[in-house]
């Protein structure tokens, strides 16, 4: 299946997107080599074209100038052919690196609820917007957040179990999407969710 996924996917690159603690990186990391694709960290890339880390972007700019920088990156990443891009938790919301994502990519949501996304950032302490009630200000990112995560091409539920499984939702996900030519569906809604909340 992971075959004829990389096979449709031509050209184009798998964009994860959702919020932090989701996944997008550990996930990634192990969905790439499943479909002979490069994995790229935006948030990596952002801090080393910044030689900054994104907590010191944050303090020393503000969030504007990192949004600006990370839309920048996003771009010149997806302009370098196919891959498993992983993205920060706010690049989606942002209009034109979504349709930048649209006309290059497919864009996979891991949905996640509440616990396991505190449990998860709360053992970092990398995440700026964070940093002061981190539940009050996640509830209020996933408010604004979600609604635009849910027009990603698939959604796949983030929950606690092994991230290979996880990976292989993702998989069966893409395969069974109409816009990949691999798909044996029917024509229908292209959005995708695979995954049980738990």
């Known amino acids: 299946m992971a075959r004829a996924v990389r096979t449709a996917l031509g050209s184009r690159s798998i964009v994860l997107v959702g919020m932090p603690g989701c996944g997008k990186s550990a996930v990634g990391r192990r969905l790439a080599p499943r479909l002979d694709l490069p994995f790229v960290d935006a948030d990596e890339q952002i801090e080393r ?18 949004r600006e920088g990370e839309r920048k990156v996003i771009a010149r990443l997806l302009s370098q052919g196919p891959q498993v891009l992983a993205t920060g938790g706010g690049a989606f919301m942002i209009a034109e690196t979504r349709e930048n994502i649209r006309r290059s990519g497919i864009s996979v949501w891991l949905k996640a609820e509440m616990p396991l996304l505190l449990r998860r950032v ?16 996640m509830q209020r990112l996933m408010a604004a957040r979600y609604p635009v995560y849910a027009t990603a091409d698939i959604t796949v539920e983030s929950r606690d179990v092994p991230h ?24 229908g809604d292209p959005a995708v969710t695979v995954g049980e909340t738990s």
């Not at 074209?49 to 100038?65: L, R, S």
């Not at 709360?122 to 200000?137: A, H, Y």
């Open 164 to 187: 290979d499984t996880i990976v292989n939702e993702v998989i069966e996900a893409l395969a069974h999407s109409p816009l990949l030519a691999c798909s044996t569906d029917p024509p």
């Open 49 to 66: 074209a910044a030689g900054q880390t994104i907590t010191e972007i944050f303090a020393d700019h503000g969030e504007a100038y990192f």
């Open 122 to 137: 709360l053992k970092r302490d990398t995440r700026p917007l964070l940093q002061n009630d981190p539940e009050g200000v």
